[in-house]
């Protein structure tokens, strides 16, 4: 099993950045997909996650109308399309297996068996 996230960078505040994340290993039809965030000396935060069954999706409130995330399990790939980015915003953000076809409605990191290891995003004031 791996995933591999891509996309991060620097962006100004306002701007636009879209993440990545290339799985292997598994079907991905069968897994949902999250995303979650890591700012140094702060708790993982989970920021977003997508079914696999019927595409319905999470979001945490930070960023309920800033970000979207899709799947397309042909390409064995999940996007996290983050608009409208806010210093707040700047963290690793790393893409994770959930335990079941479908995502809660709540994120705890020990339900994402599998993750990937990060890409850095860095949003300048």
């Known amino acids: 099993v791996n995933l591999m996230e891509s996309g991060g960078g620097l962006v100004q505040s306002g701007g636009s950045l879209n993440l990545s994340c290339v799985v292997s290993g598994f079907t991905l039809d069968d897994y949902a997909i999250g995303w979650w965030r890591q700012a140094p000396g702060k708790e993982r935060e989970g920021v977003s996650c997508?079914?696999?069954?019927?595409?319905?999706?999470v979001y945490a409130g930070s960023v309920k109308g800033r970000f979207t995330i899709a799947r397309d399990n042909v390409q064995n790939t999940v996007y996290l399309q983050m608009s409208s980015l806010k210093p707040d915003d700047t963290a690793v953000y790393y893409c994770?297996?959930?335990?079941?076809?479908?995502?809660?409605?709540?994120?705890?990191?020990?339900?994402?068996?599998?993750w990937g290891r990060g890409t850095q995003v860095t949003v300048s004031a």
């Open positions: 994770a297996r959930y335990i079941s076809v479908r995502c809660a409605w709540n994120f705890r990191d020990y339900e994402y068996g599998y």
């Open positions: 997508i079914s696999a069954d019927d595409y319905s999706t």
